[in-house]
Structures are given as structure tokens and as C-alpha cells.
């Protein structure tokens, strides 16, 4: 079975800080996304990357960077955490289909 | 652009009741349908695919039939169990590394 687990299932981090959001998966996959999950938003897509060092802007990149130094490690980095970031972040991985992790649930304050 | 369009829940059934889940698709060209489901506090899991047109996907007892004449992809189930509550997610896309577009979700709760 594909896995992509996620750093953490809950964070809490005050406004200004620095956030690391990490995603693995284990199986090889070229691609791996990043998107954030809100009420009444459904998913957006924030980053993608389709190979080591290669990254692409989603629908929503502002506020955020990535980062892929290794084929199944995907960040997400938040380099000033504002309240209007306080969300859902889902990562996915996929070579024909996606696979998501479990979620990270993000709270700034 | 490319969108999806699902029925607005909340959604709730009694216990072995049929379910129905419609999804509507705008989209060019040929791209593959999926129903993801998310249970609570969870990410989402892959339900179930169909990557052309005619093409059933299954599993777990759900169906959904891609319909290319009608842009469709209803999900449905003849007997639901309380164990199916979650929010179900319709998506589109057009390969691998392309972005899913997913419709905006349906909660489904079942009542035992």
C-alpha cells in the first residue's frame, strides 16, 4: 500500500513564526502536492512538484514556498504564519494517482 | 475552465437505504473522474476511478459510471451502513502530475 505520512496532525504556532509542514511518501512517486482544505472552500491546490528540485505554483502559493531536495520528501513552508493560514493542509503524492497523507491541522493564534 | 459540480449536502439516510450522489463535470478532452472519501479527522482516500468514458468504477459496494454525453459521475450505493458517514469528494483530472479539481464536497450521515 502507497504511504504519505505528515509531520504532525495538529500544530498550533503564533503569528510571525516560521512553520515547517512535512510530507514523505514511500513509494517512489514522481509527483507531490500540497493543498489546504477549508470549510465551504473544498481543496486548493498550493504547490506541486513533478520532480526533485522542480516546483510549480497552484492556485493559491501566496504566503507560502516549498521545498523537494529528495524525491519522497515534499515541504511546505509558511515563512511569516498569519491567522488567515490557520487551516487543513493535506499532502498528496501520485505516479497515476493521488494518494493524500492524513492531514496536518494548523492553528495560528 | 475545467470545474466540478456535486450536490450540496448535508445528506442523511437511514440505515440500508440507496444513495445517490450526483456530479457534474466541465471539462475538455477525455480526463479520468474520482470519488474520494474523507472519514472524520482524516485525509482523503481514494473511493473509487474511471479514467474513460463507459468506464464503472468500484469498490466497497459504491459505483459510478463516467458519462461522457451527460458529463457525469453520480455515486451511488444500494445499502448504506453508518460506517459510511464521511464527505465525499468528486475530482477531475488529466493525468498524474496535472492538479486534481475537486467539486466542493457532500457530507453523507447515516443514521443507524
Known amino acids: 500500500d502507497v504511504k504519505v505520512t505528515q509531520s504532525s496532525r495538529y500544530l498550533v504556532k503564533r503569528t510571525g513564526e516560521k512553520v515547517f509542514l512535512e510530507c514523505v511518501q514511500d513509494m517512489d512517486h514522481e509527483n507531490m502536492f500540497w493543498y489546504r482544505q477549508d470549510p465551504g472552500l473544498g481543496l486548493r491546490l498550493i504547490y506541486f512538484?513533478?520532480?526533485?528540485?522542480?516546483?510549480e505554483k497552484g492556485d493559491i502559493p501566496e504566503g507560502y514556498s516549498v521545498s523537494r531536495e529528495k524525491k519522497e520528501r515534499f515541504s511546505l513552508i509558511l515563512e511569516s504564519a498569519s491567522t488567515n493560514q490557520t487551516s487543513m493542509y493535506l499532502c498528496?503524492?501520485?505516479?497515476?494517482?493521488?494518494?493524500f497523507g492524513p492531514g496536518t491541522r494548523l492553528l495560528v493564534l | 475552465g475545467n470545474s466540478v459540480t456535486q450536490m450540496e449536502g448535508p445528506v442523511t439516510l437511514s440505515e440500508e437505504a440507496f444513495l445517490t450522489i450526483n456530479c457534474t463535470y466541465t471539462a475538455t478532452g477525455y480526463p479520468s473522474l474520482f470519488w474520494y472519501v474523507q472519514y472524520p479527522g482524516e485525509g482523503l482516500q481514494l473511493l473509487l476511478k474511471a479514467t474513460k468514458a463507459d468506464d464503472k468504477g468500484s469498490n466497497k459496494g459504491f459505483e459510478a459510471t463516467y458519462r461522457k454525453e451527460t458529463t457525469s459521475f453520480h455515486l451511488e450505493k444500494g445499502s448504506v451502513q453508518v460506517s459510511d458517514s464521511a464527505v465525499y469528494f468528486c475530482?477531475?483530472?488529466?493525468?498524474?502530475?496535472?492538479?486534481?479539481?475537486f467539486g466542493s464536497g457532500t457530507r453523507l450521515s447515516i443514521r443507524p
Open positions: 475530482a477531475l483530472a488529466y493525468s498524474s502530475a496535472s492538479k486534481i479539481i
Open positions: 512538484s513533478y520532480d526533485v528540485k522542480m516546483k
Open positions: 498528496a503524492s501520485s505516479q497515476e494517482t493521488q494518494y
